[in-house]
């Protein structure tokens, strides 16, 4: 049985989402496959500056979402991965959320709008890396209808991560 999808909205994050973001991804579960604790206020600052940038030069980014109420409760979005390791030059399609909103279909709704945001900017494909333990995000990769295309170990955490694909 699917059940329907909760109503999302994207936006690009604001200086306060900063914060935002800051205090809704502190819980632990939240951070598990993220490095394990919160990151400073800064790393935030610094993330939600380098969306709005992606967002003006590529027409995409991690965007803030929002729920029914119009709060804040993570993120998801597209930007180029940037890191010496793993799909290097491609586009990383990623989310994530607050503890309190997992297992309501959010991150689902908001990555389906993020693929046809995507799509409508011009990349032909995306990725996602996720930790192998990660069985929430695979479900959702599953959920978009990516496809397994390698399997790699992080080079910091020594980690067993894959890579899923999805040609748009």
């Known amino acids: 049985m699917n059940r329907a999808l909760p109503a999302v909205r994207l ?11 800051h205090r ?16 400073e206020l800064s790393v935030y600052e610094e ?3 380098r969306q709005r940038r992606h967002d003006a030069e590529l027409g995409f980014c991690l965007w803030s979402i929002l ?13 180029p991965w940037e890191r010496e390791w793993g799909p290097t030059g491609e586009i990383e399609i990623g989310w ?23 799509r ?19 479900a959702v990769t599953r959920r978009l209808g990516m496809r397994l295309a390698e399997t790699l170990t ?15």
């Open 24 to 39: 809704v991804f502190a819980h632990p579960d939240v951070m598990e496959f993220h490095g394990g604790r919160p990151a």
């Open 154 to 168: 992080t080079p910091v955490s020594k980690v067993e991560a894959h890579v899923y694909r999805l040609d748009l």
């Open 120 to 138: 409508a900017a011009g990349p032909t494909s995306v990725v996602a890396v996720v930790k192998a333990r990660n069985a929430r995000s695979i």
């Open 67 to 79: 729920d029914e109420n119009r709060q804040v409760v993570g993120f998801t979005g597209a930007q």
């Open 96 to 118: 994530r959320l607050a503890r309190e909103h997992w297992g309501k279909g959010y991150v689902t709704a908001a990555a389906q709008e993020t693929l046809d945001r995507v």
């Open 11 to 21: 936006r690009v994050p604001t200086d306060e989402d900063a914060v935002t973001w």
């Open 47 to 49: 993330l939600t500056a």
